[in-house]
């Protein structure tokens, strides 16, 4: 039959597999992975899906209703990144990779190559039989021994190998004329008729020899059946010989041939993809000391829960989640790939979820995004922790935040995709009673710098707004408030500019996040912030709000005034705001501070003429002190008489 596998993940590309009714899904799997190596996509694992559900591997083609021209979904268990990554395969240098399958791919392709390159080795040595038969008609022969017939019987049977021999490449398979001579049958194919052919043509080839050997030359005694010379019978020994050594090697290359081509596409393969018979193995398996079984254990998790509920509650029941678990941490990579893929797919059943909380240690998951150098790997995880996090666990996942802001701070760069899970992680943590900390608020404002994409910003804001809703002290940071008020400078999504606004506010109505505010390390970002918004209507009412919210503190009227927020309100109404609520604001600040300007200046005029008083006070004091310290001039003047 014939089947087409096609994916719109690999789009442009679909595949022809040309199977039988009897082959298991395992067997189309193992063929469409040559299909796969021509292209570059070999290297990743991949279900096949038909009628929107996956097959099982063990099932045939018969037994999962599958039948002639039906078309099949595959789908590769990677990320896009790495199947854009495959177009540049064929010009990277790569290392060799040890996982069974790639392995059994490789013997499959020896195979085939070989198979191809002594088809065409054979093929070759039956055409050099016509020039050698040419010339075994000059053969010394007489009325009773024509050996010029052998090299006749040379050329028929060459033009018989030639013509019925089949053609085969690695690409194409097999082409021509048909391999089997007798339909569905292995012992009677091309290759062992003509072996046998080629074993009675090399015997009736020595015979000659042999009757060769029966010549003698002519003498006195040997008149009659002799040959005048040993030039013929050299000449005879040496075609003869000759044509020996080419049919005996296409005897053995047909002999070679018959076994080669009992091999198929797939067969070695669909081997390597099931290992394990049971699921007791698949569990000794993943406590052995062997990373090869422990890796090939952890491949057959990852595919067999694909499946659907039935085969994740197996793993459920045959107690491999525990240890499947512990696989996470595997220094092997593709080992921790394929345990980390199992795990996230076993954690979307709500029951499954109840027993890993019990049975696991919820870091173990969360480690990885720490420990792995695999950015599928570290997809998975954060995959895995999303689904605990949306369910009623989230209370118990307060340990893992430590280790997803690690990620964050590591120096590798994450994805949008890996953004957003952890995003909602933090949402949903943020709803229970975690305790909040700077490092985690400023490991979402990093992700805020590094966002791109409108929908991480809105998940980020929200964020800032759960943690602002709770204590917005935690936002005073130097990274937080930077992001917080440039938003509007990288967005123009109203939602996200709306939810800034909604954090400032909040921020604004602590006296701490007022005055971190006014603080000359963040006063040109607000001082730019409310610039920006000014001058746009449907944005001053607010923007006049948040100014007001912050005057309103009596304690940071002198540090409203050191900042200079009265020219900022000034600026603000030569604007002239459209709505009179937002004149009022800017109004009642301003006089505020007016009024806080008076007052300073009455204190520094008030302390100004005290501070003449006391001088003034000084100098009497001063005066009338030198005035009793003078010396008495009694005595010192004469008494004058009197008239």
Not at 27 to 51: C, D, N, Q, S, T
Not at 96 to 116: G, M, S, T, W, Y
Not at 412 to 424: A, G, K, P, Q, W
Not at 431 to 438: F, K
Request: with cysteine; hydrophobic share 40%; glycine share 4%.
């Amino acid at each position: 039959m014939i089947i087409y596998v096609h994916s719109k993940f690999l789009p442009l590309n679909t595949f022809l597999v040309s199977a039988k009714a009897s082959w298991t899904v395992l067997r189309v799997r193992g063929y469409l992975l040559h299909k796969l190596a021509e292209i570059g996509h070999h290297r990743h694992p991949f279900r096949l899906k038909f009628k929107g559900e996956y097959l099982k591997d063990t099932l045939t083609l018969e037994e999962s209703g599958i039948y002639d021209t039906v078309a099949l979904e595959l789908v590769p268990l990677a990320t896009v990144q790495d199947l854009q990554s495959d177009l540049f395969w064929r010009y990277k240098k790569h290392g060799a990779r040890d996982e069974p399958h790639l392995v059994a791919l490789n013997q499959e392709i020896e195979i085939f190559r070989k198979r191809q390159k002594y088809l065409q080795i054979m093929k070759v040595l039956l055409m050099t039989l016509f020039p050698i038969a040419v010339l075994d008609f000059f053969l010394p022969s007489d009325s009773q021994n024509p050996y010029w017939v052998w090299g006749l019987a040379q050329v028929i049977y060459a033009m018989v190998g030639l013509y019925f021999a089949p053609g085969f490449t690695y690409l194409s398979g097999w082409v021509g004329k048909e391999k089997n001579v007798i339909k569905d049958s292995k012992a009677f194919d091309y290759f062992s008729l003509f072996c046998g052919f080629s074993l009675f043509t090399f015997v009736m080839n020595i015979l000659c020899i042999g009757l060769v050997s029966q010549l003698v030359l002519c003498n006195e005694t040997v008149i009659v059946g002799c040959t005048s010379s040993t030039v013929p019978i050299s000449y005879a020994y040496v075609m003869l010989s000759l044509s020996s050594i080419v049919i005996l090697a296409v005897t053995c290359l047909s002999g070679y041939l018959y076994f080669n081509a009992q091999m198929d596409y797939g067969e070695i393969i669909e081997q390597s993809l099931t290992k394990f018979k049971s699921e007791d193995q698949i569990r000794d398996a993943l406590k052995s000391s062997d990373q090869a079984q422990k890796r090939a254990a952890a491949f057959e998790i990852s595919t067999r829960v694909q499946g659907g509920e039935d085969e994740k509650y197996k793993i459920l029941e045959k107690e491999l989640l525990q240890p499947l678990n512990n696989l996470c941490l595997s220094t092997d990579r593709y080992t921790q790939e394929h345990a980390t893929e199992a795990i996230a797919e076993l954690l979307t059943l709500p029951e499954i979820q109840e027993h890993y909380m019990a049975l696991c240690n919820v870091t173990t998951i969360s480690s990885v995004l720490v420990n792995t150098t695999s950015p599928k790997a570290r997809l998975e995880a954060l995959n895995a922790l999303s689904y605990l996090a949306d369910s009623k666990h989230k209370f118990k996942m307060a340990p893992v935040l430590d280790d997803i802001i690690s990620c964050i701070d590591s120096p590798d760069r994450l994805n949008d995709e890996e953004y957003e899970l952890i995003l909602s992680i933090f949402a949903n943590l943020l709803s229970t009673d975690i305790t909040l900390t700077t490092e985690l608020t400023n490991s979402i404002a990093s992700i805020l710098s590094d966002a791109k994409g409108e929908q991480i910003q809105r998940e980020c804001l929200n964020c800032f707004l759960i943690i602002a809703t709770s204590n917005p002290a935690y936002l005073c940071t130097p990274s937080c408030l930077d992001e917080i008020l440039t938003v509007s400078t990288r967005t123009i999504d109203d939602s996200s500019i709306s939810t800034m606004f909604d954090v400032i506010i909040m921020i604004c109505s602590m006296i701490d996040g007022a005055e971190f505010l006014l603080d000359p390390h963040n006063l040109n970002y607000f001082r730019n912030f409310v610039q920006n918004h000014q001058s746009r209507p449907e944005y001053q009412l607010v923007t006049a709000q948040i100014i007001n919210k912050i005057v309103n503190f009596d304690n940071l009227l002198g540090a409203c005034l050191d900042a200079k927020i009265d020219d900022i309100i000034g600026s603000f109404l030569d604007e002239n705001p459209q709505l009179d609520e937002t004149k009022a604001l800017l109004f009642e600040s301003g006089n505020r501070l007016a009024l806080e300007k008076r007052h300073r200046v009455r204190n520094i005029d008030g302390q100004r003429t005290q501070s003449r008083l006391s001088r003034i006070t000084n100098d009497i004091s001063s005066t009338i002190g030198q005035s009793e310290t003078l010396p008495s001039l009694e005595g010192s003047i004469p008494s004058l008489p009197m008239a």
